[in-house]
């Protein structure tokens, strides 16, 4: 069965950066779009980035664009959340999940389309 590790997390201050990696168990990563999302305390999970089985489509939350960037290597069997500028909105645990969707050069932001989770990582961002 598919396990996905996050780590990377930290506390950090508003403007700086962390870079996210989440690690795959199988050697068929690039069957799998990767998703990243994130919940802090008292919202819901919230799609922030996520990225098509071979690479070539991504998609990132309006309040992401331009600060997070997310790539994967799939000969690593690793997906990467590089995250800049962070703010204190930014604070969260952060989830990346793999899933199967219909059409395999899509990545979806919705977390019902994603069937295995990793157990998260924190981020906090604060001065």
């Known amino acids: 069965q598919l396990q996905l590790v996050e780590s990377g997390g930290g506390l950090v201050q508003p403007g700086e950066s962390l870079r996210l990696s989440c690690a795959a168990s199988v050697f068929t990563l690039d069957l799998y779009a990767i998703g990243w999302f994130r919940q802090a305390p008292g919202k819901e999970r919230e799609g922030v980035s996520c990225?098509?089985?071979?690479?070539?489509?991504?998609a990132y939350v309006k309040s992401v664009k331009g600060r997070f960037t997310i790539s994967r290597n799939n000969a690593k069997n690793t997906v990467y959340l590089q995250m800049n500028n962070l703010k204190p909105d930014d604070t969260a645990v952060y989830y990346c999940?793999?899933?199967?969707?219909?059409?395999?050069?899509?990545?979806?932001?919705?977390?019902?389309?994603?069937?295995?989770w990793g157990q998260g990582a924190q981020v906090t961002v604060s001065s």
């Open positions: 999940a793999a899933g199967r969707p219909l059409v395999d050069t899509t990545c979806p932001l919705g977390p019902n389309s994603y069937d295995y």
């Open positions: 990225i098509s089985s071979r690479g070539g489509s991504t």
